[in-house]
């Protein structure tokens, strides 16, 4: 691997530390009990690391996001880990009768529920759904949702599953339980390399990434698992970048997958 790649993920992770560094000091300051709540300190760094840098990520993956998005999502969409509500811009209001965020991070939930209303989603008229609980509280995502069941038609997972909890078990689950016969997922993820020598250093590095952007993986096989729920009508993995090009440690991947009827 270059030697550029192995260091290539410096720049944010220092825009990460840079933003969280002083709010949390403050917040340990304030509340020296943090120090021993790992889960609730993770939470609150990734409050401050990804409103500085999520706008960062969208924009470079702005196109690709829109040509898998805008064109497919449909019907009840639930999307998983949806932090600031990135996502919603890309949504065919004229297609997407109900929008779902499954986000944990309640600190993102005002500014989630913002971008949701500015977008024509509300509580109010029955087109928003934000849950605070997470990915594999399969069955509280469920009795939230109206029958008959499965009630989803498009799943969406944005750089999420690199970091919820038992991800084969979660996906495979969310998939058979709630997404309907016909429906698709729509998937924008970094996954673990083929390549030894790239996945080698994505091990490396995932403790000290994951610090910084809560418990996130950077060597997760996510292509793999998502093929492997089977009962597939159609779908596939695209990579992103030019044939030729060296890989690099974030290794991005686009899918679309169609239940079966």
Same mark, same amino acid.
């Given at each position: 691997?270059?030697? $550029?790649?192995?260091?290539?993920?410096?720049?944010?992770?220092?825009?990460?530390?840079?933003? $969280?560094?002083?709010?949390?000091?403050?917040?340990?300051?304030?509340?020296?009990?943090?120090?021993?709540?790992?889960?609730?300190?993770?939470?609150?760094?990734?409050?401050?690391?990804?409103?500085?840098?999520?706008?960062?990520?969208?924009?470079?993956?702005?196109?690709?996001?829109?040509?898998?998005?805008?064109?497919?999502?449909?019907?009840?969409?639930?999307?998983?880990?949806?932090?600031?509500?990135?996502?919603? &811009?890309?949504?065919?209001?004229?297609?997407?009768? &109900?929008?779902?965020?499954?986000?944990?991070?309640?600190?993102?939930?005002?500014?989630?529920?913002?971008?949701?209303?500015?977008?024509?989603?509300?509580?109010?008229?029955?087109?928003?759904?934000?849950?605070?609980?997470?990915?594999?509280?399969?069955?509280?995502?469920?009795?939230?949702?109206?029958?008959?069941?499965?009630?989803?038609?498009?799943?969406?997972?944005?750089?999420?599953?690199?970091?919820?909890?038992?991800?084969?078990?979660?996906?495979?689950?969310?998939?058979?339980?709630?997404?309907?016969?016909?429906?698709?997922?729509?998937?924008?993820?970094?996954?673990?390399?083929?390549?030894?020598?790239?996945?080698?250093?994505?091990?490396?590095?995932?403790?000290?990434?994951?610090?910084?952007?809560?418990?996130?993986?950077?060597?997760?096989?996510?292509?793999?698992?998502?093929?492997?729920?089977?009962?597939?009508?159609?779908?596939?993995?695209?990579?992103?970048?030019?044939?030729?090009?060296?890989?690099?440690?974030?290794?991005?991947?686009?899918?679309?997958?169609?239940? $079966?009827?």
């Amino acid at each position: 691997m270059r030697i $550029a790649g192995i260091f290539g993920l410096f720049p944010m992770m220092g825009l990460g530390i840079r933003a $969280a560094f002083w709010p949390i000091i403050l917040a340990v300051w304030h509340a020296p009990s943090l120090l021993s709540r790992s889960k609730v300190l993770s939470t609150l760094v990734m409050t401050h690391v990804w409103r500085a840098c999520g706008s960062w990520v969208d924009e470079r993956s702005r196109d690709t996001k829109k040509a898998l998005i805008t064109p497919h999502a449909h019907g009840i969409v639930l999307e998983i880990g949806p932090s600031y509500g990135l996502t919603i &811009k890309y949504l065919d209001h004229s297609r997407v009768t &109900k929008y779902v965020a499954v986000e944990p991070n309640v600190l993102m939930h005002p500014e989630l529920r913002r971008v949701a209303s500015a977008a024509g989603y509300s509580e109010d008229a029955g087109t928003l759904l934000i849950l605070s609980c997470g990915a594999e509280d399969i069955s509280d995502i469920l009795s939230s949702l109206p029958a008959p069941h499965p009630p989803i038609d498009t799943l969406i997972s944005i750089l999420s599953l690199c970091s919820i909890p038992a991800p084969q078990l979660t996906t495979s689950t969310l998939i058979t339980e709630a997404l309907k016969p016909g429906g698709q997922v729509l998937l924008f993820e970094h996954i673990r390399s083929d390549m030894e020598d790239v996945a080698w250093w994505q091990r490396f590095w995932t403790p000290m990434w994951g610090l910084l952007f809560d418990g996130c993986e950077l060597n997760r096989p996510t292509h793999r698992w998502i093929k492997d729920v089977g009962g597939w009508a159609e779908g596939k993995w695209s990579i992103l970048g030019k044939e030729g090009e060296p890989e690099e440690l974030m290794n991005f991947r686009v899918g679309r997958f169609v239940k $079966a009827g």
